[in-house]
């Protein structure tokens, strides 16, 4: 029970930060106003923010983003450095702590496109005692956004999710509220339609065409007269998972905030894990900027 | 960049995310078969509907054939060291988060898990002394077990090696096999098991339940032979089969009574006048 405690935890606060499957409001860099010119090369500078979670936008340049499910800072325009606050945070309700950090480059700025790639690394360590393991997650993402229409932004995304476990350890905790991190290559398209300067409709969905097991293997002692060994493989249930979500989200100079519903597999935040059970899928998300 | 070199680094940027989207790390588990399935599985029935049609004197025969058997073969030391085993096996899956009941269905909303459990545990030998324990010289047995969808195979199956144990097992012993109120008797055995789970794996070896198939070699005080029995163990109860001379299987319970099971109904027998009801 103790395991799927953690297990459970981890769901919560996966859940309570919110899906990131509407870009989660998060933080924004202001842009010229929709039809302005081109060429946007110092966006920070300008008004309308705009959403940079889950897109080819960037926070800005030295400002600092907390959020639910990211912190997040702008070392410059297009380079910014973050961690997701839920992989610390549950260290204050079980034994399991995934250290996080990432990295989101923009390599083009080209307002009506945008391209950037981010590197993330998590950290778990699954030990019980008893048996020791670690699991790594590392989501390799590169995004593109793009404003066809004045009003209308086309947000897609790749993502490669790399997962090995070392070791063996409690299997059972190789899983994030009940889903497995494995690795799995991942696509997503969002559209965003700028209703008022603040307000953005949201529509988007997200599929995992390729997933693979992961495997575990480790020996212990279990008393001086006894060896074990395990050799594991975890796959998950739900081969190719999806969500299709739809949502509004608020884009305020430094308060960000998401709500919105959709059907399909939750993914976790941040990893890209999908749960193991499809249905309804809650999402919302809060984030404060502050800027110097 | 000239063109050949061009596509020479193309081929190699491909083989780099090849190998990354292969994910670098070991490939598919590949799950062993479990040995003589089919023939375990014919056991199980004949355990749970015996073949043998029974009356009175055929009873009687059985029964004195079963007394006869176990005097032969003197194993009451067999199924606390299987289950011992078990009990290990248990803890090991435990540890690692897997199932240790075969009966309990895979988790519903969570991954999928296969894995192999190895267990070596080696025997306490004869003499037992101080220190570490001497493989080399007390012999072990290996047990395997597998896990499917989420769920443990019945079927575990093992090795003994060279596996020397006293029974009952000397004071203090890591392996406390049988009763203890009687001379030790130095036992061996060596060869190969099939265990088939009835229940969940035991939590101490007395509460073991399951159904055991060996060939081997088996000696006591010295006298080693070649044997092969199968047996069921449900915690403290052990039943068997004798095969009765016209046709067919018979299932034997000892206890207080010799209770014998045909196709056709049971019968109990005396242990000592073997009379039959």
Known sequence: ?????????????????????????????????????????????????????RTALMVGARRLKLGVLFFEYGVTEHLSVGTQPVGWAVRAFAPVLAPNLNVKFQFVDRDPVWLSAMVAGYYGNISNGKVSGEVLIAPISLFASVRPVRRLYLHAEGTYVFARAFGDGDLSQAQVGGTLVARAVQTQLMAEVRVLQWLSLIALGRGQPYTSPIRASGTSQIDPYT?????????????????????????????????????????????????????????????????? | MTAPACVGAMRRWALVVAATAAGCGPGTLTLPESPKAEETAALIAVYDMPTAVLDIDRARQVASDAQARLADLNVDWFPALVSDALARARRRLLDSGLPDDPAAPAEESHPLVRAVVEVRRICPGWDDPAGPPDATMNGDVELTAIVDAGRLERELWGVASGCRLLHPAAAGSAVVVGPTDHPALKAFVDGTLIVYALAPLPDVPAAGQFFVSFEGTIGVSGATRSVGFDFEYLAGTVKFRVPVPSGGDAIVTVGPTIAIQGANGGFSCDLATLTCQ
């Open chain 1, 227 to 292: 060896t074990a060994s395990v050799d594991a493989e975890l796959a998950p249930k739900i081969e190719h998972p999806w969500v299709i979500a739809g949502g509004v989200a608020l884009l305020f100079p430094h308060v960000r905030l998401t709500v919105g519903a959709g059907y399909g597999t939750y993914f976790v935040p941040g990893m890209d894990v999908p749960l193991q059970q499809r249905g309804f899928v809650p999402d919302g998300s809060l984030a404060v900027l502050f800027t110097p």
């Open chain 1, 1 to 53: 029970m103790r395991k799927w405690g953690k297990a459970a935890i981890f769901l919560v606060l996966a859940a309570t930060s919110g899906g990131r499957a509407f870009a989660q409001g998060g933080g924004a860099e202001a842009i010229r106003e929709p039809g302005s010119s081109t060429q946007s090369k110092s966006p920070s500078a300008e008004a309308v923010p705009r959403i940079d979670e």
